[in-house]
């Protein structure tokens, strides 16, 4: 049997680490010319209890050995780095995202990014679907990265059944896969801030959701002006299906379709919602509907009886007791194109139309069950952290984010390095931020130093200053200077 031996942590004494990984048999002996790689690889079995199959200790190979594997320096396509300035930016976006959720009173959650396939598997004929990564591991399970938070959600309350109290209002930020076309705004891998109620079966719950995401963007500085919600009901498209005795298995099928509107042609539509075996007549009376963009119309359209007229005027009405009114906008042809919405529908979006969707949500009543869960109804949104990014560039509203360490300690002698790391560990105690400077600088080199950290305090140990228990300390917006006893020092 083969077996992959890696080679870090415990080798590393042993040889200044070449690192790399190689196959050996772990039945057979290895046979290595240098003794001591022998000897690693010895005490390498030892540790790893000899178990065939199993990842054990690393090897390291020795200098003639070493192999230059030039690589690409990009991350895979359509993936990202965060370096440190890309990291400022996602935590202050993150940091918005978990207060508006502090605010509204959810508790965080979070869930694995790899997840069993079966959880994404629905059969309406998903875009997401085909956008899965996914894969059979070591166990010969099949397997994906997630492509979204909802079905580890709706897994998860399952599995806490009736330990939990309803209703249930949870957030997560997490990092989803889908094998995505590229284009502004969508990438293969992506963060999602999520917010999802569970247990509330009224509109009050999707009035409450969309008013956090309107409290996010006013945050961030972006107005009703800039962007809007469109919302419609699923019970629209499901009252005209009812209407045609078209039989509810095929519900999310032919949202799925639908969703598809401004992707291809309409001859298509109409040909894919005819392979359902919906009529004709359904499928034209199905189509005007959704031009509709006023609820008086659709009334028209619907009579004033039906749950789909009430749920839309109730959020509407809701909409403006929350003060966000001028932010939504009725639009029936918003279907989203996730099979497990049942009722009110939305989607942010930018209003002069250069952007796909900012962030999108709605009811699913119905995914507990389908899980083999209690009937437990639920409504959530999903909202990306690309998009907006592109957005708040457009509007010139992403925030210059430097580093930020209030102190720069150093040592004016080597031999006060210690002394150094006295203060530094005093400061840091306090709750102050400090970066230690570690070798002999020359202090021109610690002054462009602490203009590049944004460091407010300079302090400098030197040697008299030290033998009389105390340090100089500069404040770098005035110049103000002054010596100051290591036990003051806050
Ligand atoms: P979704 O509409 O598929 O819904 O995605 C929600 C949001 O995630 C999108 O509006 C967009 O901001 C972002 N997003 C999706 N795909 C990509 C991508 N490839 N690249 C960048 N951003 C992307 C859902 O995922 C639902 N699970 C949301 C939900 C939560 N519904 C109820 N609760």
Known sequence: MRAIQFVTTRLSSCLR??????????????????????LCAAA?????????????A???????EEEVQKID????KGTRDFAPEDMRLRNWLFNHFKEVSRLFGYEEVDYPVLETEALFIRKAGEEIRDQLYCFEDRGKRRVALRPELTPSLARLVIQKGKSVSLPLKWFAIGQCWRYERMTRGRRREHYQWNMDIIGVPHVT????????IVTFFKRVGITASDVGFKISSRKVLQEMLSKYGVPETLFGRVCIIIDKIEKIPIDEIKKELGSTGISEDAIEQLLQVLSVKSLDDL????????????????LFSLAETF??????????????????????????????????????????????PTYGGDDIPACGFGFGDAVIVELLKEKNLLPELGQDVENIVCALEKDLQGAAATVATALRSKGQTVDLVLESKPLKWVFKRAARINARRLILVGKTEW?????????????EQSQVKLSDLE
């Open 17 to 38: 680490p070449t690192l790399r990984y190689e196959f050996v048999s772990s039945s057979s002996p290895r046979l290595f010319s240098n003794p001591r790689r022998l």
């Open 44 to 56: 390498a079995t030892k540790s790893d209890g000899g178990r065939s199959g199993s990842i054990v």
């Open 58 to 64: 690393p090897l390291v190979a020795n200098e003639e």
């Open 73 to 76: 320096v990009n991350p895979p």
């Open 205 to 212: 719950a999707e009035a409450e959701l969309i008013s956090s």
């Open 299 to 314: 009334e028209d359209v619907l009579g004033g009886a039906g749950e789909a007229i009430a749920d839309l005027k109730q």
């Open 323 to 368: 003060g966000y009114s001028e932010w939504i906008q009725f639009d029936a042809s918003v279907v989203r194109g996730l099979s497990y919405y049942t009722g009110i529908v939305f989607e942010g979006f930018d209003r002069k139309g250069n952007l796909r969707a900012i962030c999108g949500g709605g009811r699913y009543d119905r995914l507990l």
């Open 467 to 479: 033998e009389d228990g105390s340090v100089s300390v500069k404040v770098l917006s005035s110049g």
